[in-house]
Nanobody, 113 residues
Framework: QVQLVESGGGLVQAGGSLRLSCKASGIIFAIKAMAWYRQAPGQQRDLVAVIARGGNTNYADSVKGRFTISRDNAENTVYLQMNSLRPEDTAVYYC???????WGQGTQVTVSS
């Protein structure tokens, strides 16, 4: 079955960096567009970044220039490099296979001021 497993979250001070990973199994990863979303307490789940199967990327305005999404098809993994983190980036981060209901379990990112 399809499985997405996120890792890499944690507690970091404002201005710091984290790298999230999402390893996929049970799918032909290389042909799938992938996305990272995030959900803060009491808020809706928002799109953060998308990477197409060909490598094209798109970002939410709030993270442009600070976050970078990438993929390693050989490792069936999508990454989210997060730099210059801000307290408002605090959320649970989820990976998703675009246009499907497949989600990971989420990884908590907490940015202290």
């Amino acid at each position: 079955q399809v499985q997405l497993v996120e890792s890499g979250g944690g507690l970091v001070q404002a201005g710091g960096s984290l790298r999230l990973s999402c390893k996929a199994s049970g799918i032909i990863f290389a042909i799938k567009a992938m996305a990272w979303y995030r959900q803060a307490p009491g808020q809706q789940r928002d799109l953060v970044a998308v990477i197409a199967r060909g490598g094209n990327t798109n970002y939410a305005d709030s993270v442009k220039g600070r976050f970078t999404i990438s993929r390693d098809n050989a490792e069936n993994t999508v990454y989210l490099q997060m730099n210059s983190l801000r307290p408002e980036d605090t959320a649970v981060y989820y990976c998703n296979i675009i246009d499907t209901a497949y989600w990971g379990q989420g990884t908590q990112v907490t940015v202290s001021s």
